[in-house]
């Protein structure tokens, strides 16, 4: 099983830039990909981001292509998401989960959910 804990989430202004962290603890961290997903105020959780555990390639949803990128770090045993040019649409909790690949993008994930950390953008 893979222990998460989110952080690096705020107020920010439109167009401000977040970095949020998760760490991972227990099983092989490097074996699994890793994947952001965000949950807002009154809808369901969705993904947002994916990075093979050897750290590429990278998914994204439509919505974050290009403002967004995802890393990590096997040897910290921690995956990052770089968050730019933020929107009011981007306020949700945000949350990383493993899996595979594949099943990331479906919301597939073989944790359990951590705390997430919340991202609040003010426009």
């Known amino acids: 099983q893979v222990q998460l804990v989110e952080s690096g989430g705020g107020l920010v202004q439109a167009g401000g830039s977040l970095r949020l962290s998760c760490a991972a603890s227990?099983?092989?961290?490097?074996?699994?990909?890793m994947g952001w997903f965000r949950q807002a105020p009154g809808k369901e959780r969705e993904f947002v981001a994916a990075?093979?555990?050897?750290?590429?390639?990278?998914y994204y949803t439509d919505s974050v292509k290009g403002r967004f990128t995802i890393s990590r770090d096997n040897a910290k045993n921690t995956v990052y998401l770089q968050m730019n040019s933020l929107k009011p649409e981007d306020t949700a909790v945000y949350y990383c989960?493993?899996?595979?690949?594949?099943?990331?993008?479906?919301?597939?994930?073989?944790?359990?959910w951590g705390q997430g950390t919340e991202v609040t953008v003010s426009s």
């Open positions: 989960n493993a899996g595979s690949l594949d099943g990331l993008a479906s919301n597939r994930v073989y944790g359990d």
């Open positions: 227990g099983r092989i961290f490097s074996v699994y990909a």
């Open positions: 990075i093979s555990r050897n750290g590429a390639p990278t």
